[in-house]
C-alpha cells in the first residue's frame, strides 16, 4: 500500500485496461491523473469525483512533448497504454512510434521517474506479425528515452469484454463445428485480467522492475484449440468439433472472426495475425519480483463468464477509440423523421425505458427487421448488432449500442445515437423528454440522416416506408415498458398509516360454511 499518495498518469483511462486500472491504483492508495481524449467518457465511473482522481484533456496525435510535459508535471509515474489497433501498414507503425517518442520526451522534460508499457509476447525474431512487431517497436522507442521503462509482455488477456476473450466466447458458443486456421494448435500462455492489473500495479512499488522488459502469463500454457475445450466446458456447452485447414490467410480468418463474432474485421486482422506466433512466457523473473497468485485459464474464464452472466462488466473493447465529430446538420440536406408520445409515467421511468435500447434486450419492435439489417452490416464489414452493450440497464457516453454509439446523454433528459453502420451518409436517433402538459412524459424521438451522394438519397427514401413500422413500433414499446415501470413502483409503495388516534375498521369475516 502506497501511505505518500504518489501520483501517477494513466494515458487510455478509457480504454479496456485503462479505466480496470484506475480504481486498482486508487485502491493501492496512489493518486490519479488521467490522461483522456474525451473526458465525458468517464462522468459515469464510480470512481471520478474522488479528490484524489483528476482529469486532463489530451490527444498523443498531436500534442507536442512540451504540452504533454504540462500535463505529466508532478507524476512520479506515467502507464502508456496506447497502441492503435484499427489501422494497418508501415503508416499506423509509423504513427504509433512518433506517439511514444513525444511521449518519452514528455517525461523527461516533465522529470517523470518511470514509464510503465504494456506489450505483447511473441517469440523473437523475424517472423513476429505486423501487430507485434509494432507493439515492440514502441517499447524500444520508450526504452530510449532517458526516462526507465518498465515494459509488461503478456499474451491474451483473458477478462470480461476484452476483445480476445469475446472472440472465444462467440466462437465457441456459436460453432458446434469449427473450420479454422491452422493457429488453433498454437501455445499461449493466458493471463487473466486480475493478474494483468495486479502486476500493473505491483510494478510502481517494486523499484527491480525499473528499466526492464519482463514476460508475464498465466499457471498454463496450452493451445487455442484447448482454450476452446475449456471455454465449452464452463459454458456447458457440447464438445466442439475443430478441423484446421492452411488455408485460411490471416486475412481470411479476420473476416471468419468479423462474421461469428463482435469484433469487427478491422480490430480482427492484427489479432488473427498474431495467433500465428508462439506467446509463452521465457523467464519468471516477473513472478519472481512480483509474486501473486496466477490464475489458470479455466479459472479465469470462469470468472470471466460470472461478470458477464451478472452484469458486471466494467469495461469493453468497444469503448476505446476517438469519438465521432457532431456533424453539420446546418449543412447541406438533412431529413428529419421526428414522432411524439405521451406516456403516463415520470421522466425517470421513460428515460429507464429509453436506455434499455439494444443488445439482449432488442429494439422493442421490428425485432426481426434489426436482425436482418444487422446481418447486412456485417456482409459489408460493418459492426451489425453482435458488439450488444456492457450493460441491459445502464448506458454512458461514448458506450456503444449494438452498431449505435453514445454521443450525447443527459439524465432523464435525453439520448442521442450515432449510426456506425455502413450507410451512404450520416444517422443520428435522438429521444428528448420533457414534463407533459397534464401530467406524465412527453416523449419525441427524432431520426437525422445526411446523404452522401444519390445513393445516399436512394437509401433513405428505400427505408423511409419502413420507419412507421419501426420507430413507431419503438415508441410503443417504450411506452408500454415506461407505464408497466410506473404501476410496478405504485404497487410497492407502502399503505400510509391511518390518522393517530384511528383504527381502521376490520374487514368482516366471511361465515364459516
Known amino acids: 500500500m502506497n501511505t505518500t499518495r504518489e501520483r501517477v498518469l494513466v494515458t487510455g483511462a478509457t480504454g479496456y485496461i485503462g479505466g480496470r486500472l484506475i480504481p486498482e491504483l486508487l485502491l493501492a492508495g496512489y493518486s490519479v491523473r488521467c490522461h483522456v481524449r474525451t473526458p465525458r467518457k468517464l ?35 506515467a502507464y502508456y497504454l496506447i497502441h492503435s489497433m484499427i489501422s494497418a501498414g508501415e503508416e499506423y507503425a509509423e504513427r504509433d512510434r512518433a506517439m511514444a517518442r513525444t511521449f518519452a520526451r514528455a517525461a523527461e522534460l516533465a522529470g517523470v521517474k518511470r514509464i510503465i508499457y504494456l506489450g505483447g509476447l511473441g517469440e523473437l525474431g523475424d517472423g513476429l506479425s505486423e501487430h507485434l512487431a509494432s507493439r515492440r517497436e514502441v517499447g524500444k522507442v520508450l526504452a530510449e528515452g532517458k526516462v526507465p521503462v518498465t515494459e509488461l509482455r503478456a499474451a491474451m488477456i483473458i477478462g470480461s469484454g ?118 509463452v512466457v521465457r523467464d519468471d523473473t516477473a513472478a519472481r519480483l512480483m509474486p501473486q497468485r496466477l490464475y489458470g485459464a479455466r479459472e479465469a474464464i470462469a470468472a470471466a463468464l460470472t461478470r458477464v452472466r451478472d452484469n458486471k462488466v466494467e469495461t469493453m473493447w468497444s469503448m476505446a477509440g476517438a469519438m465521432p465529430g457532431d456533424p453539420d446538420w446546418a449543412g447541406g440536406t438533412t431529413y428529419v423523421d421526428a414522432r411524439t408520445i ?110 452522401k451522394g444519390l445513393f445516399g438519397l436512394a437509401y433513405w427514401y428505400s427505408v423511409l416506408p419502413l420507419h412507421g413500422y419501426v420507430f413507431r413500433g419503438m415508441l410503443g414499446g417504450i411506452r408500454r415498458a415506461a407505464e408497466e415501470a410506473s404501476r410496478n413502483d405504485r404497487s410497492r409503495s407502502p399503505r400510509p398509516d391511518p390518522p393517530v388516534g384511528l383504527t381502521p375498521t376490520p374487514t368482516p369475516e366471511p361465515p364459516v360454511s
Open 43 to 77: 462522468l459515469d465511473r464510480p470512481w471520478i469525483n474522488r479528490p484524489s482522481v483528476e482529469v486532463v484533456e489530451g490527444d498523443l496525435t498531436t500534442a507536442t512533448a512540451e504540452e504533454l510535459a504540462e500535463q505529466l508535471r508532478g507524476c512520479t509515474a
Open 162 to 279: 476484452s476483445a480476445s476473450f469475446e472472440i472465444l466466447r462467440y466462437i465457441v458458443e456459436r460453432l458446434p463445428v469449427m473450420i479454422t486456421p491452422r493457429w488453433v494448435s498454437t501455445e499461449s500462455q493466458p493471463i487473466g485480467i486480475d493478474n494483468v492489473l495486479g502486476y500493473l500495479v505491483k510494478c510502481l512499488s517494486t523499484p527491480e522492475t525499473a528499466g526492464r522488459t519482463l514476460d508475464i502469463g498465466g499457471a498454463d500454457i496450452l493451445s487455442y484449440r484447448e482454450l476452446m475445450r475449456i471455454m465449452a466446458e464452463e459454458r456447458g456447452l457440447s464438445r466442439r468439433w475443430i478441423l484446421p485447414v492452411p488455408v485460411l490467410t490471416p486475412k481470411l480468418s479476420s473476416w471468419w472472426i468479423h462474421f461469428v463474432t463482435p469484433i469487427g474485421h478491422r480490430i480482427a486482422r492484427p489479432l488473427a495475425e498474431g495467433l500465428r506466433n508462439r506467446v
Open 342 to 451: 405521451d406516456i403516463e409515467a415520470d421522466r425517470a421511468q421513460v428515460f429507464g425505458a429509453v436506455c434499455r435500447v439494444g443488445g439482449g434486450h432488442g429494439w422493442y419492435a421490428a425485432d426481426t427487421l434489426w436482425k436482418i439489417r444487422g446481418f447486412l452490416d456485417r456482409l459489408v464489414g460493418g459492426p451489425g448488432l453482435r458488439r450488444g452493450r456492457r450493460n441491459p440497464e445502464q448506458v454512458s457516453y461514448g458506450e456503444a449500442l449494438d452498431f449505435w454509439r453514445v454521443t450525447g446523454i443527459e439524465r432523464d433528459r435525453g439520448l442521442r445515437l450515432r449510426a456506425e453502420m455502413r450507410l451512404p451518409g450520416v444517422a443520428e436517433l435522438e429521444f428528448q423528454l420533457e414534463d407533459a402538459e397534464g401530467g406524465g412524459t412527453r416523449l419525441r424521438q427524432v431520426a437525422r440522416f445526411r446523404p
